[in-house]
């Protein structure tokens, strides 16, 4: 494997980050010149914490025109995406603005594109390519995907169970506003299942280390960042410097910085976990990637070993990949999140389901590319 690779850093989304900026939104808005927007939000849950309150007034005082689109689901399905691009046609609107976790924040980048083009779901399935979208704006409530600063987007075709992803550097959000404390309603297990996001992402890069020391220590450093905030909250939910750490760790998981020189990453995990909620849509993402991770592990370890120890040694004090990985599955149960498919409700006869529904079409993985044979003995090691 060629150490060190060649690569390229580009990341234009502007971040506001602390207590009270939620305020700023509308003059974000307004100082671009935009002065309608289709605002998309999930299912409520910012009505309960004040956030829908804080937004909508900064929208008002900054005299922005909006329509709002409620109803974005965890996995983000088409439908809802199609119906708030008709909705935003109609309003003729010239900004998209996010309000919510990562499915409000990729259908808000599905739908931005989707104002652009025919069919936003021929990019997903990789007939076109997205070259325009209206702007994007984002107020985070769930640090976990990295959404509010990267160019991906990932959403179900409900009827085909298709969950596939597409990037475009017109999907970058143009200003992201982060407020760890609006996170503090967050239920304790979506506080998990966000860091649980985090560490993957960085996994996924991170195992294809070598010897590119800057980025592979930065990413150790992130990794026990975001476990030490995950046990702080644990012990204090409200605690404001523990979701301050976790949300800055989580947007930096995925906003490029954590995978420079690492070859663009390994992601036939995210790849699994993607199959397994297109037949599962009621398993939370990082739920899926906490039961999938430790297996994969396992078995990619012959392909990477000496970076593998160094996981085990560096974030989990561990002398071996074994050891490392008893104590990432006991701080799972610790922190309350299931370790076995089958305690999701999984049936071993699913399996070759959720195989099938693994996106194929493209070599997957990139330490080594896995077969069909592959992805069903992985997920067996999970169940
Ligand atoms: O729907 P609402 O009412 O907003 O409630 C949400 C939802 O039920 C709730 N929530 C969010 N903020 C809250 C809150 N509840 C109380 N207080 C708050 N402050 O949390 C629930 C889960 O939200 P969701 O947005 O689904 O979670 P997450 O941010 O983990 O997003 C997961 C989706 O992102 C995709 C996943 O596959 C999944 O579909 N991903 C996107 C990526 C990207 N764009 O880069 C990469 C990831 O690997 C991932 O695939
Ligand atoms: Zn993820």
Request: hydrophobic fraction near 45%.
């Amino acid at each position: 494997m060629e150490s060190s690779c060649n690569f390229e850093f580009y990341n234009p989304t502007r971040i506001l980050f602390g207590r009270n900026t939620l305020e700023q939104i509308g003059p974000c808005i307004q100082s671009r010149r935009i002065g309608k927007v289709l605002l998309l939000a999930g299912g409520g849950s910012i009505r309960d914490n004040g956030v829908y309150h804080a937004v909508s007034s900064s929208l008002r005082a900054a005299g922005i025109q909006w329509v709002e689109h409620w109803g974005v689901q965890p996995n983000p399905i088409l439908s809802t995406v199609q119906e708030a691009v008709q909705r935003a046609r109609e309003f003729q609107a010239e900004a998209i603005l996010a309000v919510g976790g990562g499915s409000v924040i990729d259908s808000a980048k599905a739908v931005a594109a989707g104002c652009c083009m025919d069919n936003v779901w021929d990019a997903f399935a990789r007939k076109s390519f997205i070259e325009k979208a209206l702007p994007l704006f984002v107020v985070l409530t769930l640090s976990a995907t990295g959404s509010e600063m990267n160019p991906f987007t990932v959403i179900t075709k409900e009827d085909e169970r298709k969950k596939w992803a597409t990037a475009s550097p017109a999907l970058y959000p143009t200003v992201a506003i982060i407020d760890p404390a609006v996170q503090m309603t967050l239920p304790w297990i979506q506080t998990v299942n966000g860091g649980l996001d985090a560490i993957a992402h960085i996994l996924e890069f991170y195992v294809m280390g070598t010897d590119e020391e800057t980025t592979i220590a930065l990413d150790e450093a992130l990794m026990r960042s975001v476990i030490q905030a995950v046990d702080q909250l644990q012990e204090d939910p409200s605690r404001y410097p523990a979701r301050a750490n976790l949300a800055w760790a989580a947007t930096l998981a995925l906003n490029g910085i954590s995978g420079t020189q690492l070859r663009g990453g390994d992601w036939s995990t995210h790849m699994i976990e993607h199959g397994l909620s297109a037949v599962h849509p009621e398993v939370a993402h990082g739920t899926g990637l906490g039961i999938l991770f430790p297996a994969w592990l396992r078995y990619m370890e012959p392909h990477n070993p000496a970076q593998f120890r160094r996981l085990a040694r560096q974030v989990w004090a561990a002398d071996s990949l074994n050891e490392g990985l008893e104590r990432m599955k006991s701080k799972w149960k610790q922190w309350g999140t299931p370790t076995a498919l089958r305690e999701l409700g999984v049936r071993a006869e699913e399996i070759p389901q959720i195989a099938d529904n693994v996106w194929m079409a493209a070599p997957l993985g990139q330490l080594k590319s896995l077969s069909r044979k592959d992805v069903e003995e992985i997920l067996k090691l999970a169940y």
